[in-house]
């Protein structure tokens, strides 16, 4: 089993930018779906964006064009750069990975996840 864990929340104002990092440890990542999820209380859990393990990457229709997701196989790390931040980006969001799937956006297909991280975007 890998360990992921996340870092780079905190507060930010709306139209502000911030950058979430995903370590991981215990094997390498390199070759498995990697993805972004957030939940705020009382609500599902969300997809946000994903990245396969050749690269491709794909995103929620309510972040698209705002946030980018990327990895680094080096450092074992993927990244979640949002940018044009809006008050309802708030949540905590989770970095989570599988290994079985090439790509998807369903919470259930992942069985690896971060502690998650606090993001609060003001307005």
């Known amino acids: 089993q890998v360990q ?12 502000g930018s911030l950058r979430l990092s995903c370590a ?10 990697m993805a972004w999820f957030r939940q705020v209380p009382g609500k ?3 997809f946000v964006s994903g990245i396969s393990g ?3 990457t794909y995103y929620a229709d309510s ?8 990895r680094d ?15 309802e980006d708030t949540a905590v969001y989770y970095c989570a990975g599988t290994l079985y799937y090439s790509s998807s956006n369903r919470v259930k297909d992942f ?6 991280t606090q993001v609060t975007v003001s307005s």
């Not at 991981?24 to 779906?33: D, H, P």
């Not at 069985?111 to 998650?116: I, K, T």
């Open 4 to 15: 992921l864990v996340e870092s780079g929340g905190g507060l930010a104002q709306a139209g």
């Open 24 to 33: 991981a440890s215990g094997r390498t990542v390199s070759n498995y779906c």
């Open 44 to 46: 599902e859990r969300e």
């Open 54 to 56: 050749f690269g491709r």
């Open 63 to 70: 972040v698209k064009g705002r946030f980018a997701i990327s």
């Open 73 to 87: 196989n080096a450092k074992n790390t993927v990244y979640l750069q949002m940018n044009s931040l809006k008050p």
């Open 111 to 116: 069985d690896s996840w971060g502690q998650g």
